[in-house]
């Protein structure tokens, strides 16, 4: 989907807090940083709905109109996430129950029960009132729903309709104790009506996880119906105006492949921390664009400058708010957005970085770098806009795989999905390989390596999938703690990994789990090409009984060294690695080479350390993005193939070098 014909430069605006002086004053600020695109007003309810039915929209007219007159579009949002004091107070009902019982008092944001009838009567109506006033409107670019969704209510309508949900998804109350294996310690129920929520405060992993799970599916599909409650109304208006909501990035909450199928398109909020590896960022984006099977989406907001809300919020240094929009972009975003325009000066974020400071003007550093990379977006166009990313690796991901896994008592305490799998990202990315973030749905066929890690939860016939996938010449990497439950967390397969037994040629028959301060070893007795002899290993150790896999390495330490650990298993026309342990991160590195040079699968350009190279393509453009993340200057070779760089407008071939921290944005040069 292309959303426009340039990359979409702005942000979160919030412009009931200034008088009209201001507003003027930001216009002349904007025009000159290259802003095309402001988010408005997200969090204006109150002003916009003084009283239930009663609208006040003169105040955004005027704006709508200005910012048109100005040529900046607008991402029009419905201002639900913040409902006004007078609903919540008239309604009660309006505000969540935390999961101690306490009902939540007025004055905090995303503090609504997403079940309650009023709220999305409510909800429904201001969304229809914006919808008919501005459906015209020429600045109207984009609707933005709500904002960050992903509170867990346990309120009485929420246990009630928990009850609905549960009798639609089981149909009698029998189904539903097999499933969730109530007879272990007798935890029956008798009716549907018996079924409390989930409160379990301490913990101690003592909570049934399978009903654990079904809330969180619950939460999850309630909260898209919330979504769709103004979605509906927003289409029925504007039938060819795209809707989205932005995701936190705080993304375990709520099954984002589920939110998605919800919406036109993706928006997400990156707020990196400073300690976090460039490779899990990327890997938070790659997520996003494999959300919606590769569709590109929106960076709906990043900060121009430090956070406010991290215990230590350290300034963005020079060139890093650059540094950071190019890998959105490179990843597959079409947007670069930021919160927020202008600095408030008070209330929960006045602290949070803006574009424009509380200093008030433009004379600033962060204004200054907002703006020389507004004038660069210009310059890029609209090549990437809408663009593809084609990928030959493809990693599983999966919200309820991740859910039960880290719900699940035992064998270790420090589950923890979505870092494992940012590991196998990283051996990757490292190499410049592009990957592919895919959900159970996805089609598996056109990639040649497939990697699962911790494929806890088998479902929607993903192991007979994985099985066609290698059958067909595929390779696999499968790990531990695969295969081990269906999805309502039962363990009804066998001998782990379930179904997947023959493809991985192997079946586990225990698995040790180690402190944090244990490692084991990993041990090759013939050396593999690209692999050390040694490498550490720790967290969980399986202790694995091979069928029709070749041992590859074995176990150094404990009762079980000299016990295998990592194996391949040739499979029809393909193969299967199994990874019985957590490697470091070097051996993970090794396999990722190893396999792609087996696979054919290359980087697009050979470089230094520290250079992530991606490319994305349209039917008739290539854009090719290289970021330095390095403190020194790097190099990359490009063969004889001249390139454009969009940034410079300079042409590059050959042995092509960027300083510290710089990025440059490739097309073919037409000669
Ligand atoms: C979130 C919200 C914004 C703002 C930022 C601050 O992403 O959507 O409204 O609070 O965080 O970082
Ligand atoms: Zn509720």
Redesign the pocket.
């Known amino acids: 989907m292309k959303i426009a014909d340039k990359i979409f430069y702005g942000g ?1 605006y919030n412009p009931d807090q200034w008088d009209n002086e201001t507003i003027r004053q930001d216009m002349i600020y904007f025009k000159e940083a290259g802003i095309n695109l402001v988010t408005l007003p ?2 204006s309810w109150a002003k916009l709905e003084p009283d239930e039915g009663v609208y006040d929209f003169g105040w955004l007219d005027e704006l709508m109109n200005l910012f048109a007159e100005n040529d900046i579009s607008v991402c029009l949002a419905t201002p639900t ?1 913040a409902q006004p004091a007078w609903l919540s107070s008239r309604y009660p009902e309006v505000l969540p129950v935390d999961i101690a019982g306490r009902r939540r008092t007025h004055g905090m ?1 995303v503090f609504f029960c997403y079940n309650s009838l009023k709220y999305r009567q409510r909800a429904a109506a201001i969304a229809e009132e914006m919808a008919k006033r501005y459906q015209n409107h020429p600045a109207l670019a984009v609707w933005h729903v709500a ?2 969704y992903g509170t867990y209510c346990y309120c009485p309508i929420c246990q009630a309709q928990f009850r609905v949900w549960l009798r639609k998804r089981y149909g009698n109350i029998d189904n539903l104790n097999e499933k969730w294996n109530t007879a272990f310690w007798g935890r029956t129920l008798y009716s549907f009506e018996e079924v409390m929520l989930p409160t379990e405060l301490n913990d101690d992993y003592r909570f049934n996880p399978a009903i654990q799970l079904d809330y969180m599916r619950f939460v999850t599909d309630s909260t898209a119906e919330c979504f769709e409650n103004e979605y509906r109304v927003l289409k029925k208006y504007t039938p060819d105006i795209p809707v989205q909501t ?1 995701m ?2 705080y993304i375990k909450k709520l099954d984002q492949f589920k939110m998605a199928e919800k919406m036109d398109i993706i928006g997400w ?1 990156n ?1 990196p921390w400073p300690t976090d590896d460039r490779s899990f960022i990327a890997f938070k984006h790659d997520i996003m664009r494999g959300l919606k099977n590769g569709q590109s989406y929106m960076l ?2 990043q ?1 121009p400058n430090q ?3 991290q215990p230590y919020n350290k300034l963005k240094r020079p060139g890093e708010v650059r540094l950071l929009s190019y890998q959105a972009l490179a990843h597959g975003a079409d947007t670069c957005l930021f ?2 325009m202008r600095q408030s000066i008070g209330g ?2 006045k602290f ?1 970085g803006a574009v424009i400071s509380h200093a008030g003007h433009n004379d600033t550093r962060v204004f200054r770098e907002i703006k020389q990379l507004g004038h660069e977006l210009a310059a890029i166009g609209d090549a990437c806009v809408g663009a593809y990313s084609s990928s030959k690796v493809g990693i599983l991901m999966d919200w309820n795989n991740w859910w039960a896994l880290e719900l699940a008592s035992g064998p270790s305490k420090d589950m923890n999905y979505l870092s494992t799998v940012a590991k196998y990202y990283r051996a990757f990315y490292e190499q410049n390989i592009s990957i592919d973030i895919l959900g159970y749905g996805a089609d598996l066929s056109g990639y040649k390596i497939i990697v699962a890690p911790m494929l806890y939860m088998l479902k929607d016939n993903i192991s007979a999938k994985i099985e066609k996938f290698v059958n067909d010449g595929g390779i696999l990497i499968l790990t531990t703690m695969s295969g081990l439950v269906d999805e309502n967390d039962r363990c009804v397969f066998g001998a782990y990994p379930g179904p997947l037994r023959d493809v991985a040629g192997l079946w586990v028959e225990e698995t040790d789990a180690l402190f944090p301060h244990e490692k084991n070893g990993i041990e090759f007795s013939e050396l593999l090409p690209g692999f050390d002899k040694r490498y550490s290993c720790g967290f969980l150790c399986d202790l694995i009984r091979l069928t029709t896999a070749e041992p590859l390495a074995t176990y150094t330490d404990d009762f079980y060294a000299g016990k295998v650990c990592f194996s391949r298993n040739h499979y029809g026309a393909g193969k299967a690695y199994y990874i019985g342990t957590e490697p470091e991160q070097a051996f993970l590195n090794n396999l990722a080479a190893e396999i792609c040079q087996q696979a054919k699968v290359q980087a697009p350009f050979q470089a230094d350390e520290g250079v992530e190279i991606t490319v994305r393509h349209t039917e008739t453009v290539e854009t090719i993005f290289i970021i330095n993340h390095n403190s020194a200057s790097a190099c990359v070779q490009l063969g004889n193939n001249v390139y454009n760089n969009r940034i410079t407008a300079e042409d590059v071939s050959g042995r092509f070098e960027l300083a510290a921290y710089d990025v440059a944005v490739l097309v073919r040069a037409n000669r």
């Open positions: 979160d997200v969090f996430v944001r904002n960050e932005n936190s990035g909020d707020y709906m907001e900060s956070q406010n809300w919160f927020q929960q974020e949070h």
